[in-house]
């Protein structure tokens, strides 16, 4: 088989740049590597596009979603060309299930404190609900342990997630069929490390890598570990 194509989904709160560091070791190493943006408009819209992204590839693909990226890829990760998937501090959700379900098994982590709520447009409907990180406690939240130069961008830079996305749930599963990877990030302030853990562990992923004292943005703070978990799963399906 042909060493697939590398996609990496960004989450909410951020945007594929937030994929940087781990974008160019990949590059580097040649791998074939593709970072689209997320509408961050909806789980099912937003899954759409990407399988749309993912189908118009030829040949193989590994789909590496990180946060609410992670919720996309087990929708998008059914396409027939995907043959694995990674988690990076992200939501593996089930078949019937949405992002509130899931998170809602475990106490809140202190994201759920220092989210802001701001109505958008919606041409011929009732207005949307974004819903982002407030920028002073964004840093601590979202990106502790990086550069604070770096990480204030983030945050004044963050692509907001709209409200419909906690509330659809993923029509399939694509972990169910396809191998998957998982990582943790111990320290991780946007969601409980718990959540990440029982997504994993009830998907029987093939491997689960903990980093301990890493943040939400560990592609940002530990991209060699990333890298590393990208490799294996290269590896194991190709």
């Known amino acids: 088989m042909a060493t697939p194509t590398i996609v990496l989904i960004h989450g909410a709160f951020a945007d594929a740049g937030s994929f940087t560091p781990v974008t160019r070791q990949l590059l580097d190493k040649g791998h074939t590597v593709r970072v689209p943006g997320l509408p961050n408009r909806g789980l099912l819209s937003d899954s759409e596009y990407i399988r749309s992204v993912v189908e118009h590839i030829d040949g193989p693909v590994l789909l590496v979603g990180h946060s609410y990226g992670g919720a996309v890829t087990t929708i998008a990760g059914a396409a027939d060309n995907v043959v694995g998937l990674v988690y990076l501090a992200g939501y593996a959700l089930d078949e019937g299930e949405n992002l509130n379900q899931l998170q809602g098994r475990f106490p809140d982590s202190p994201l759920a404190k220092a989210l802001v709520f701001t109505p958008f447009p919606v041409s011929g409907s009732d207005p949307g609900t ?72 009830r998907g029987d992923f093939r491997g689960v890598t903990e980093i301990e004292g890493a943040p939400h943005l560990v592609m940002w703070s530990h991209p060699d570990r990333v890298v590393g978990v990208i490799a294996d799963a290269i590896d194991a399906v190709g």
């Open 130 to 201: 974004d819903v982002s990180v407030d920028v002073d406690a964004f840093p601590d939240i979202f990106a502790r342990g990086i550069d604070p130069a770096v990480a204030q961008v983030f945050a004044v830079s963050q692509r907001p997630l709209a409200a419909i996305a906690f509330e659809e749930a993923a029509p399939v599963a694509a972990w169910k069929t396809k191998p998957a990877w998982g990582i943790v990030p111990g320290a991780d302030r946007t969601i409980n490390p718990d959540v990440e853990r029982f997504g994993y562990q």
